[in-house]
């Protein structure tokens, strides 16, 4: 883990992706944003993040298939992937951890 750790916000709302890098960058961490699962998806290839705070509802690719597409990639090395969204209904959680989520946050964090 390099320091600071590195985390990816991937979100389509700017503010959410404001507050979450305000929040963390005041708690020592290094941030790097993407605004869409498709340029999420990239981002986490290129820069290898410690941990990815992922939205699950976005324009182009939605977290769930981000989420599967990282996990499901074997030349990647391990990467947290935190599932942050409004979607709350049990069902929701149960998807999110079955693609491969580490862990499930609901809006607002």
């Given amino acids: 883990m390099r320091?600071?750790?590195l985390i990816l916000i991937v979100d389509d709302n700017e503010a959410n992706v404001d507050i979450l890098d305000t929040r963390l960058k005041?708690?020592?961490y290094a941030t790097i944003a993407a605004r869409d699962g498709e340029e999420g998806l990239q981002r986490a290839r290129a820069e290898l993040p410690d941990l990815i705070l992922l939205d699950v509802m976005m324009p182009k690719i939605d977290g769930l298939e981000v989420c599967r597409r990282l996990k499901?990639?074997?030349s990647l090395p391990y990467m947290p992937i935190i599932l942050v969204t409004a979607k709350a209904d049990t069902k929701?959680?149960?998807a999110g951890l079955d693609v491969g989520g580490d862990e499930y946050l609901t809006?607002?964090?």
Avoid: R, W
Wanted: proline share 20%; no cysteine; glycine share 14%.
């Fill in 3 to 5: 320091q600071p750790p």
């Fill in 26 to 28: 005041a708690q020592g």
């Fill in 72 to 74: 499901g990639d074997a």
């Fill in 92 to 94: 929701d959680i149960v």
């Fill in 107 to 109: 809006k607002p964090v």
